[in-house]
């Protein structure tokens, strides 16, 4: 067996990048081109986190996990949200007053679910997904990455 994290640590890595980049958007002085900067990759980092999930982790669940559509609903519905606030971000300039606000309740939302997912998805997914098969969904997760990076 692989001593690589498997589908669920690859996800809690990506979580902790997360909230690593939302803290540091957060101590970056506001209406700065630095903040701007720092939310353009906090965008492209949730986009392709959030992405992945969907495409890697929550077809398992919702089909091998009990309760797994409610807890993949939950999931999808923060998804949207998320990207709701970025897109609306995305929109602003850092030193317009909206600005703030968004990222006050983007920060708030992800951290939320990202809690949610650590707690209650993960537990479910580990529960109910034989080790093996954690671990080939990290593996193809992590070539598929892989590709996407040598490609450009």
């Known amino acids: 067996m692989s001593r690589r994290p498997d589908i669920l640590g690859e996800f809690t890595a990506d979580h902790n990048a997360v909230t690593e980049l939302l803290d540091r958007v ?28 969907e495409e890697h982790l929550f077809p398992v669940v919702q089909h091998d996990v009990p309760d797994g559509g409610a807890l993949v609903f939950s999931s999808i ?18 030193a317009d007053p909206g600005f703030d606000a968004l990222l006050g309740g983007l920060a708030d939302t992800v951290r939320r679910h990202l809690s949610g997912e650590e707690k209650l998805l993960f537990p479910a997914a580990r ?15 992590r070539a598929e990455r892989a590709e996407l990076g040598s490609s450009g």
């Open 26 to 53: 957060e101590a970056s002085p506001a209406g700065s081109a630095e903040r701007a900067e720092l939310v353009t990759r906090l965008t492209d980092l949730l986009f392709t986190h959030c992405a992945a999930e």
């Open 77 to 94: 519905h923060d998804h949207l949200a998320i990207g709701q606030y970025l897109a609306d971000l995305q929109g602003l300039g850092p």
């Open 127 to 141: 529960k109910a997904l034989p080790a093996e098969a954690r671990a080939a969904l990290g593996e193809r997760l």
